[in-house]
């Protein structure tokens, strides 16, 4: 079953926009990671946020964190029509093996 | 490039036939992982590596399927009998510790037909 589930499930937005998208998980974790997937290619490492940190930026990326609601949101600002991806956030489960993936949010910038 | 590379990027293969995928890590990396991903859906673990070591698999692996990393280096994975539900991207990613960043390659897509 998946750890991690992604909301909205799509998004399109205008070029100039800023999107957010929002991960929640349901078990303790050491870190969560977002990552872009271009249609029919490999994940792309955007951020990873470790249980100890609530906020972390990256270009015009920001992720935050709340263990508390075992939750995490993707904020990508200015967005442009290259943003167009899917956007999948993983967590470990607790221990240190494997990720764990949502479904993922597809996004779609419009020029 | 010193990114995560797999070969070939696309397999078509009748049922019935044996498949093997290789994926070379980012050099530094000790650890090494493969997913599996359908249409539309997020990635599946299906097995790591510590160096040479197999240290997880998940039910997802069945019996077909065997991965090995002789000398902890470049991985295989192979697939036996192929079945229509092995088609997929299979997606192999590495990092250099238990919590760090996971770096994936481009994936190797297989249609069973």
């Known amino acids: 079953s998946q750890q991690g589930e992604e909301d909205p499930q799509a998004l399109s937005i205008q070029e100039g926009e800023n999107a957010t998208m929002n991960c929640s998980y349901k078990?303790?974790?050491?870190?969560l990671q977002w990552y872009r997937q271009n249609s029919g290619r490999g994940l792309v490492h955007l951020i990873l946020?470790?249980?100890?940190?609530r906020e972390k930026h990256s270009g015009r990326l920001r992720v935050t964190l709340d263990t508390s609601k075992k939750s995490s949101s993707l904020l990508i600002t200015a967005s442009r029509a290259a943003d167009t991806a899917s956007y999948f956030c993983a967590t470990d489960d607790g221990g240190y093996n494997k990720l764990i993936f949502g479904a993922g949010t597809r996004l779609a910038v419009h020029p | 490039d010193t990114g995560v590379s797999q070969d070939p990027r696309h397999k078509i293969t009748k049922r019935g036939q044996n498949v093997t995928f290789r994926c070379d890590p980012i050099s530094e990396h000790n650890r090494l992982y493969w997913y599996r991903q359908t249409l539309g859906q997020g990635p599946e673990f299906l097995t790591y590596f510590q160096n040479e070591a197999q240290l997880e698999k998940s039910r997802l692996l069945s019996d077909r399927f065997s991965a090995e990393r002789p000398k902890g280096s470049f991985s295989t994975l192979e697939i036996q009998r192929t079945e229509q539900g092995d088609s997929a991207m299979y997606l192999c990613?590495?990092?250099?510790?238990?919590?760090?960043?996971?770096?994936f390659g481009p994936g190797t897509r297989l249609t069973v037909t």
């Open positions: 946020i470790r249980s100890n940190e």
């Open positions: 078990t303790s974790i050491n870190n």
């Open positions: 990613a590495s990092s250099s510790g238990s919590f760090d960043e996971q770096y």
